[in-house]
């Protein structure tokens, strides 16, 4: 049986963080982050991919410590997923509206919680919520 908790973290909070840290990495890249961060995350999201196998958990550890320890086969990757963040923080996050900030002038609405996805107006984003609920992250740390 898989451990329900290590260092004091259950499954789903490793998993909400792990997608939160490799958003970020991806984003901000990982050139800020000092060594002696870098010492302390990597053998925790080792342990967490271990004791979380199978689960989103694992799923994102892995990523975070790929990009964490700049492993060459995900610098396209993180290119590609850089360009797509950022043009998605342009546009609706209802992915069926067309509207985007540059093309349509109009302002758009930020989610208030993350700051990372963005609305057309207020209706869409009620739509998105039930969808958006799983990757909307405060930015605590
Ligand atoms: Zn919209
Ligand atoms: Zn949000």
């Known amino acids: 049986m898989a451990a329900s908790e290590v260092g004091g973290m259950n499954a789903d909070e490793v998993g909400e963080v ?3 840290l490799s958003t970020l990495l991806v984003l901000q890249g990982v050139t800020d982050i000092d ?4 010492a302390i995350l990597v053998p925790k999201l080792r ?9 989103l958990a694992a799923n994102t550890s892995n ?6 320890t700049e492993e060459p086969h995900m610098r396209p990757m ?7 963040l950022e043009s998605c ?3 609706c996050g209802v992915t069926s509206c067309p509207r985007v900030l540059q093309t349509s002038g109009i302002e758009l609405l930020q989610c208030a919680r993350c700051k990372a996805a963005v609305y057309c107006g207020k209706a869409h984003q009620k739509q998105a919520w039930p969808l958006h609920k799983a990757t909307c992250f405060a ?3």
């Open 89 to 91: 923080i342009q546009k």
């Open 139 to 141: 930015p605590s740390f």
């Open 18 to 20: 792990g997608q939160f």
């Open 63 to 68: 990523r975070c410590l790929a990009l964490l």
């Open 47 to 55: 342990q967490w991919e271990r004791a979380f196998l199978g689960r």
């Open 35 to 38: 060594a002696e961060d870098k």
């Open 78 to 84: 993180m290119q590609s997923v850089k360009t797509m």
